[in-house]
C-alpha cells in the first residue's frame, strides 16, 4: 500500500463517535467512556486532540487520531490510534508530527507515553520518532493487567521522520 496525506484538523465534539469507534477497534489501548472524550474535547485548554480524515467516495472519513496535553515544558501523549484499514499508511506517523510540532509551539521539551510492554508494534513506530524507553510502570495497564514503558523524547533534537505535508 502506498502512503496517503490525510488532512488533519483539530477534533470536534461531533468526531467522539468515530474517535471511540476507531480506540474500541485496539485491544491495547485505553478504552475510556464517550463522557470522557466529549470532556477531553471540550477542555481545549488543557488537552489537545486532532483528527486524520480522508476524503473517500466524496465524504470525508477521519481515520486516525490523538489526543495529548502540554503542561510546563512537557507534552504527554494519552492516546494515539490509526483506523486498521488505514495503518502503515502514514498517517500515525502524520499524527505524531502533529503532536511534536503543536508541542514544541506551545514551549515543551519533551513528549512522554506510556505504552504496553507487550506492543512490539508501537513501541518500534515510537522509537522511529526517537522515543526511548525511560522507565517502567508496574499493572499500569488492566484488562489485561500489564506493565508499561514510559518513553520520551527530547524536543530539541531533530523532528526523527519526515512526512508529506
Do not use: C
Request: a negative charge; charged letters at 30%; hydrophobic letters at 35%.
Amino acid at each position: 500500500m502506498k502512503a496517503v496525506s490525510p488532512s488533519i484538523r483539530e477534533a470536534r465534539s461531533d468526531d467522539v463517535d468515530r474517535i471511540v469507534e476507531i480506540e474500541r477497534s485496539w485491544e491495547h489501548l485505553s478504552h475510556w467512556s464517550l463522557d470522557a472524550y466529549y470532556r477531553l474535547i471540550d477542555d481545549d485548554r488543557f488537552t489537545s486532540t486532532f483528527v486524520a480524515e480522508l476524503e473517500e467516495e466524496r465524504d470525508n472519513v477521519i481515520v486516525g487520531f490523538v489526543i495529548f496535553h502540554v503542561a510546563d515544558h512537557a507534552a504527554e501523549i494519552y492516546n494515539i490510534a490509526v483506523d486498521n484499514a488505514h495503518r502503515r499508511l502514514g498517517v500515525g506517523g502524520m499524527l505524531m508530527q502533529t503532536v511534536i510540532g503543536q508541542s514544541r509551539r506551545r514551549g515543551a521539551r519533551k513528549v512522554v507515553l506510556e505504552v504496553r510492554k507487550s506492543n512490539h508494534g508501537a513501541i518500534r513506530f515510537y522509537s522511529e520518532f526517537n522515543f526511548r524507553v525511560s522507565g517502567e510502570r508496574h499493572n499500569y495497564y488492566s484488562n489485561p493487567p500489564e506493565d508499561a514503558y514510559v518513553m520520551d523524547r527530547d524536543l530539541r533534537m531533530g523532528t526523527g521522520r519526515s512526512f508529506p505535508r
